[in-house]
């Protein structure tokens, strides 16, 4: 009954003490290079924890679930508008994707 009426309370719905929020940086292109992710304004913007992109991966960058050599962040290349290219962690929610919005990203645009 509780789950039928929208209050049960899941796994994600529990607040843990001195947990970080995240948020994502996705690619505003379809198809491009990423030439850049200008993150260094946000690393110190008020509550930011970390900022990780692919290169921080350490071991594979890939996902393997839909395509062999689907990125879990992207390196070089984005394919597709959306794809993450980097993550933010912060104090809180608001935090991060003010943080995350406020990463540039520079494309060099790739015919699709």
């Keep these: 009954m509780i789950k039928a009426c929208g209050v049960a309370q899941f796994g994600a719905d529990i607040p843990l ?3 970080l929020q995240l948020a994502v940086v996705h690619s505003t292109e379809h198809h491009a290079k990423n030439q850049e992710a200008g993150h260094s304004q ?3 913007d008020a509550g930011v924890a970390g900022i990780v992109t692919a290169a921080d991966i350490k071991g ?3 996902i393997r679930i839909m395509a062999p050599d689907q990125p ?3 390196e070089d ?3 597709t508008y959306g794809d993450p290219i980097a993550i933010v962690a912060a104090e809180t929610r608001e935090q991060a994707r003010a943080a ?3 990463v540039k990203v520079e494309y060099e ?3 699709s």
Aim: glycine share 0%; aromatic share 0%; with cysteine.
């Design 17 to 19: 003490p001195d947990s």
């Design 109 to 111: 645009s790739l015919p």
């Design 60 to 62: 594979t960058n890939r």
């Design 42 to 44: 946000s690393r110190q």
């Design 77 to 79: 290349v984005v394919r």
């Design 100 to 102: 995350a919005a406020a």
């Design 72 to 74: 879990v962040l992207c």
